[in-house]
């Protein structure tokens, strides 16, 4: 079966400092990666989607690849009390659909 | 339209009646999605069309769930004498293809009372 985890959490940070949320996934086959931002009450959205290994920066998020160890991770600079939401890694592996983690709640406290 | 819309955003029902709830989604997304997400839960797939056709119906929970898609356009899933346990947001996304990933329409909320 194929499976991406996540930890569930919540993974609590102070404002300022750097969020650190991890995902990793079981098939080597997987070809796409993607985080979502869900908060409370509302849709996930996509944040930032990564298809090779290293880092990709876009502002405060930073999305890292590595293939080899199948995980995935997103680093938040400068976590502000708005980022505080669940965080979906998700995982292209074939078949025109996407799998989902469960999510790892981040809160960041002023 | 400029993103997936959903229809109603929320829906009260009384147990064992049907609802039908609806899905717009990007213009010239052949590939369309519906999930539902119970209250604290994960996305839990339900269906995935490509165009007209859905070639993965796997996530259905019971033959009470049913889905269509016309037009390769609007998708409506139909949920037949309503439970309890059927209270979830149902999610609608949709995608030119999942290797790009998906957009979320803004969910319908659905309390079965």
């Known amino acids: 079966q194929k499976e991406v985890e996540q930890n569930s959490g919540p993974l609590s940070v102070p404002e300022g400092a750097i969020a650190s949320l991890n995902c990793t996934y079981s098939?080597?086959?997987?070809?796409?990666f993607f985080w979502y931002r869900q908060y409370s009450g509302k849709s996930p959205e996509l944040i930032m989607f990564i298809y090779s290994n290293g880092d990709k920066e876009d502002g405060r998020f930073t999305a890292q690849l590595n293939k080899a160890s199948q995980y995935v991770s997103l680093l938040i600079r400068d976590s502000q009390p708005s980022d505080s939401a669940t965080y979906l890694c998700a995982v292209y592996t074939g078949f025109q659909k996407l799998v989902f983690g469960t999510g790892t709640r981040l809160l960041v406290s002023p | 339209g400029a993103g997936v819309s959903q229809s109603p955003s929320n829906k009260v029902t009384e147990k064992g009646k049907d609802v039908e709830l609806r899905c717009d989604p990007i213009s010239g997304h052949t590939a369309l999605y519906w999930y539902r997400q119970r209250l604290g839960q994960g996305l839990e797939f339900l269906i995935y069309f490509q165009g007209n056709s859905a070639p993965d119906k796997s996530g259905l929970p019971s033959d009470r769930f049913s889905a269509e898609r016309t037009g390769e356009s609007v998708s409506t899933l139909t949920i037949q004498r309503t439970q309890q346990e059927d209270s979830a947001v149902y999610l609608c996304?949709?995608?030119?293809?999942?290797?790009?990933?998906?957009?979320f329409g803004s969910g319908t909320r659905l309390t079965v009372v």
């Open positions: 098939d080597r086959g997987s070809q796409s």
């Open positions: 996304a949709s995608s030119l293809s999942a290797n790009y990933g998906y957009t």
